[in-house]
């Protein structure tokens, strides 16, 4: 199922129908979880992005949760936005008060938001001194996710094995997401992010390199998202005593956030996948580099 560009806000439940369409390999507490929504724990996550969704509709809250595309001057949920000015940086700021305020838990767009920021700067940078057409590619994305208004979940930080080890000196390679083949229609990549707050409930992740990386290690200089039930990617979910509160709970008003979960952290495990699309792009360098993710199955 691809997302038609609808130049829209989602509504809460828009983005609740839009879930039910994704399948991603999800395990919690040990168990296959086949569908988001009739699991406790898993729900409450999602519940906790369409409360998120639910605040940019009330118009009380425009001024915060909407910004103005820059690529296209359409109005685009605030996640989705690229700052260009301070009203903008206080405004994400506000945004921040009041998601965390209102819904109290995580707003689990907003490492994607910080990610495709710095993708912004970086890809256009990229393109400036090297000649690359990265930040064209990062564009056209980033109109589809605001035409959309998709949530993104932001991939940065790797699993990182031994800490006094540089990626390419581990002993188990995907401790650090790496290119394995390249190809004519895109990359193979392979590797471990852990902590991907709310990856599950997204509709996109954005893979970034969680650190500064040298020469030589070009392989794992890689940018790219990824859709949410891409083949190949299987998430492990963090089950703490929270989860284990909500899952085994009677009465759900005896949490003390029914709706939303408490729970954050969430560990992305990816197996191989082709990135395809602007392989053009899909050149690895010191600087990190700018592709599209995996083919998005077609309705
Ligand atoms: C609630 C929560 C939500 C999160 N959400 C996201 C998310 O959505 N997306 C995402 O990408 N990440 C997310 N993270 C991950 C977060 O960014 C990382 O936990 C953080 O960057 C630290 O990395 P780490 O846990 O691997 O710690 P480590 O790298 O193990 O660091 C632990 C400690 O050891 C020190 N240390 C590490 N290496 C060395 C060394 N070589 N020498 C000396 N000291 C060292 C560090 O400074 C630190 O004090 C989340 C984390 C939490 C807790």
Not at 109 to 128: I, P
Not at 214 to 234: C, D, K, M, W, Y
């Amino acid at each position: 199922m691809r997302l038609e560009d609808t130049m829209a806000l989602k509504t809460a439940n828009e983005y609740l129908d839009s879930m039910k369409k994704l399948s991603p390999h999800v395990y919690c507490g040990g168990k296959w979880v086949k569908n988001l929504l009739n699991n406790k724990i898993t729900r409450s996550m999602v519940m906790a992005n369409a409360a998120m969704y639910a605040l940019a509709e009330d118009p009380k809250n425009k001024e915060v949760m909407v910004a103005t595309s820059h690529l296209t001057g359409e109005p685009i949920n605030r996640n989705l936005n690229v700052a260009r000015n301070i009203h903008d940086l206080d405004m994400r700021q506000e945004m921040a008060l009041l998601t965390s305020q209102t819904v109290g838990t995580c707003n689990y767009r907003c490492v994607g938001c910080d990610a495709l920021n710095s993708l912004a700067a970086t890809t256009w940078e990229m393109d400036r001194d090297l000649k690359t057409k990265y930040n064209e590619n990062f564009n056209k994305w980033l109109k589809y996710a605001q035409a959309n208004d998709l949530a993104v979940s932001g991939a940065i930080t790797d699993a990182k094995g031994d800490r006094k080890k540089r990626p390419s000196e581990q002993e188990e390679p995907d401790t650090f997401v790496h290119l394995v083949e390249k190809r004519q229609d895109g990359i193979v990549v392979r590797g471990i992010k852990v902590s991907q707050s709310g990856a599950i409930g997204s509709h996109e992740t954005l893979v970034l390199p969680g650190g500064a990386l040298r020469e030589g290690e070009e392989a794992f200089a890689l940018a790219f998202a990824v859709q949410n039930s891409a083949p190949g990617i299987t998430y492990i979910c963090q089950y703490n005593a929270y989860s284990a509160e909500r899952e085994f709970c009677e009465e759900e008003s005896e949490l003390g956030n029914t709706a939303s979960g408490k729970l954050r952290r969430w560990s992305l495990t990816t197996s191989s996948f082709l990135g395809s699309g602007y392989s053009s792009a899909a050149r690895p360098s010191t600087a990190g580099g700018w592709l599209r993710g995996s083919p998005r199955p077609t309705a």
